[in-house]
């Protein structure tokens, strides 16, 4: 509650400086004047007149006066409102109203009362558009006590016909926590009013109560009020919070009855919400029928169709968009542009790339962004970085979006330089962009990098998200960290783990041959209440096919299908057919490739094909083969898989085709490498390379294993003898 006793020196922050100057008013008060101070938009011409009004004696004027009050504050100097204030010897309620609004609109709620308190002293009372402020004031302070007696006034006053204030009261009374008195003093003539109920539902939406919106609404139904454009639109919005299609579809039912699907903001609304609800029938079927259609029903239409990975009909649109004659604007660019990424289509990216600079786009640093994106995605890796190097304001997405093009086109080292480069340039480092360098660590084997970004996401509190703590997982279980790596996946509590977090602990396990510990935590995984996926059978099936468990294998398959309904995809057929094949089952495995309800790939092909060779099936072999070169015929690897199995059967003529085919064709297999990393340096091994410093040494040692292994290998023969 406000203390009774007034105190004006909360109004004072400044000493008067005219309080007692001469008031004689030389000169007739006129429009002209207050036309005179809306042209000054800066404070030093505003001080400048005010300072012409007091020397012709101007200033006790009340008019005069309230309209420099709201000028000052208009320019942000509510210091100066408030001094005009204290210099009028005599306020009137056309004053007083004025400075309490300005009071309230920056947030002095406590003054503020302190003037309404003054002004009731004085036997005079806010007008019906100021008596909205006194009750902020009141929310603000959370002063129920003292808006009741203000909400007294208003009755008392007959103001509460009016709908601001009646709209005023309902939101003091509902942020108060009081809810028991909104409907008594409110429940006269504005409870048939449209405007006031729309303004309930739109209060409830925007505290995040979207069924009290609904519940609100119901209520102004029984008051036999119909629904215009504006309470459609709120009800919308609260059934999106709601996440509930069925309740949009009802609204939707609601305009046509009530004859609102000519009104352009309303269809607007209808098609915003199917889109967020991923109905894209339904929206295309609205915006079908749409009797007009701006620039944004174009753009939602175009984004949903983007968000939900359509890019040609996104495009389609695009086209159809054009020859309507409506312009695309900036957010025509970026979904178009992320579909044409997705697409690939470097030929598409170009011209819109070029109507991006031709109609003035290219200001916005996010649609630079996704022309990086769409470059990089379009293995135009140098086009990328030209445009990366021409925007001027770059943001962290746009350093991500280039790291990201770098490590995808494996350029490991470019893309730790660019990190290195983008925190010197004072960034600071988000999630993604820690997530999208990581690979480019363990593609070097940079384990101590590993470390530092890990240490730096803890400092940073990065680390509290599922998708950090996975991919520093994966991280550490790719360098061979797998101890690190179930740390993390222990320390995060078992309630926050998802899908991915169980997924990438057990696909690192059955990467290491751990397969009894996939298991172990595929059974934990489902005791806590988690659906396992498609990829957490594939983690599963690999694990199989590491320890050669082809009865455990088939068992995850059936119950991945019968079990959970999941159709397996190429990688599981994959995993089976390499599976069976390693364990000498190839008409198993043969048969299965049959039964695939698709084509198969060369994801399949070549578990099959190497399996023929290390069991020397020739003829199921050159099958494989055959159907491997049809679909990479520039892959070399094929090639000499396949001379390889002729040169085991013997088939020399064979072997002499396949060699002679390389030699004219030119290809050559990409030799493997391998990375160790010693004291934060990253060594690099190819096969029999001997470029390395240290060759000479390496090499010793190594033939000293070599000896090692065959002596305990004589041994172990010969106690089991």
Not at 161 to 180: I, K, P, Q, W
Not at 584 to 598: N, Q, R, V, Y
Not at 678 to 702: C, K, W
Request: one cysteine or more; aromatic letters at 8%; proline letters at 3%.
């Amino acid at each position: 509650m406000l203390k009774t006793s007034l105190s004006l020196n909360l109004l004072n922050p400044f000493p008067l400086k005219f309080k007692n100057f001469p008031t004689i008013q030389t000169q007739p008060f006129s429009s002209s004047f207050s036309s005179l101070l809306d042209l000054c938009t800066k404070p030093q011409l505003l001080q400048q007149v005010h300072a012409r009004f007091i020397l012709h004696g101007l200033h006790q004027n009340p008019l005069l006066s309230s309209k420099l009050i709201n000028c000052y504050a208009n320019l942000g100097h509510l210091n100066l409102s408030q001094q005009v204030f204290i210099s009028i010897s005599n306020p009137d309620s056309v004053v007083h109203n004025a400075i309490l609004r300005n009071l309230s609109k920056f947030g002095e709620s406590k003054k503020a009362l302190l003037v309404y308190q003054e002004m009731v002293m004085k036997c005079m009372y806010p007008d019906e558009g100021t008596y909205p402020f006194v009750l902020n004031s009141c929310s603000r302070l959370s002063d129920v006590e003292y808006g009741k007696r203000v909400h007294g006034q208003v009755v008392k006053l007959g103001f509460d016909s009016y709908d601001l204030v009646g709209n005023a009261l309902v939101e003091m009374y509902r942020r108060c926590g009081d809810s028991g008195n909104l409907q008594e003093p409110v429940e006269g003539e504005a409870i048939n009013d449209l405007a006031y109920w729309n303004s309930l539902i739109f209060e409830a939406y925007q505290n995040g109560n979207a069924q009290e919106s609904f519940r609100v609404f119901k209520r102004m139904r029984m008051q036999r009020l119909e629904p215009d454009s504006v309470t459609v639109i709120n009800l919308l919005r609260s059934s999106v919070v709601l996440n509930s299609l069925k309740a949009g579809k009802f609204i939707h039912c609601l305009v046509v009855v009530g004859y609102l699907c000519e009104n352009l903001s309303v269809n607007t609304a209808l098609l915003s919400m199917y889109s967020k609800f991923s109905s894209l029938e339904d929206a295309r079927l609205l915006f079908e029928k749409m009797p007009e259609r701006d620039c944004v029903v174009w753009n939602i239409m175009i984004s949903a169709y983007s968000q939900n990975s359509h890019p040609k009909e996104t495009l389609e649109l695009l086209i159809q968009m054009g020859r309507c004659g409506v312009r695309a604007d900036l957010f025509t660019a970026i979904p178009a542009t992320s579909s044409i990424a997705e697409l690939k289509c470097l030929a598409w990216g170009k011209q819109m790339h070029a109507h991006v600079i031709r109609n003035g786009l290219d200001y916005q640093v996010s649609v630079h962004n996704s022309l990086i994106d769409m470059y990089c995605k379009s293995n135009r890796l140098e086009a990328a970085q030209k445009v990366f190097d021409l925007v001027k304001d770059k943001t962290v997405v746009s350093w991500s979006s280039m790291i990201k093009g770098y490590v995808s086109h494996e350029r490991s080292h470019d893309a730790l330089s660019l990190f290195t480069k983008m925190k010197l340039d004072g960034f600071k480092v988000d999630c993604v962009t820690i997530i999208n360098v990581l690979p480019a660590c363990v593609n070097l084997g940079a384990l101590e990098q590993v470390k530092y970004l890990h240490g730096y996401s803890v400092k940073s509190g990065l680390n509290s998200t599922s998708s950090m703590n996975s991919a520093l997982l994966i991280s550490y279980a790719k360098c061979g960290c797998i101890d690190m790596a179930r740390n993390l996946f222990d320390e995060e509590e078992l309630d926050g783990k998802d899908v991915i977090t169980w997924n990438s602990m057990i696909s690192a396990y059955s990467k290491h041959g751990e397969w009894s510990e996939c298991f172990v935590l595929y059974n934990k995984m489902k005791q806590s209440g988690l659906k396992p996926d498609r990829v957490t059978f594939l983690g599963l099936l690999t694990a199989c096919v590491n320890s050669g468990l082809v009865r455990k294998g088939w068992e995850c398959l059936k119950e991945m299908t019968e079990t959970y309904g999941y159709q397996p995809n190429q990688e599981h057929y994959a995993c089976m057919v390499d599976l069976l094949g390693r364990a000498g089952h190839i008409s198993e495995a043969e048969e299965l490739i049959k039964t695939m309800p698709f084509k198969p790939d060369a994801r399949v092909w070549g578990p099959l094909l190497s399996a023929c060779k290390m069991h020397s099936e020739t003829g199921l072999a050159v099958f494989a083969a055959e159907k491997l070169v049809s679909m990479e015929p520039k892959n070399a690897g094929n090639y000499i898989l396949l001379s390889n199995i002729y040169a085991a059967a013997g088939k020399w003529d064979g072997v002499a085709k396949m060699r002679s085919f390389l030699r004219d064709s030119g290809l050559k297999k990409t030799p493997g490498c391998s990375w160790l990393e010693i004291n934060g340096q990253v060594h690099e091994f190819r096969v029999a390379d001997r470029s390395h410093p240290m060759s000479v040494n390496i090499y010793t040692i190594l033939g000293n294993l070599e000896l090692e292994i065959k002596e305990a290998r004589d041994l172990g023969r010969q106690s089991w003898n």
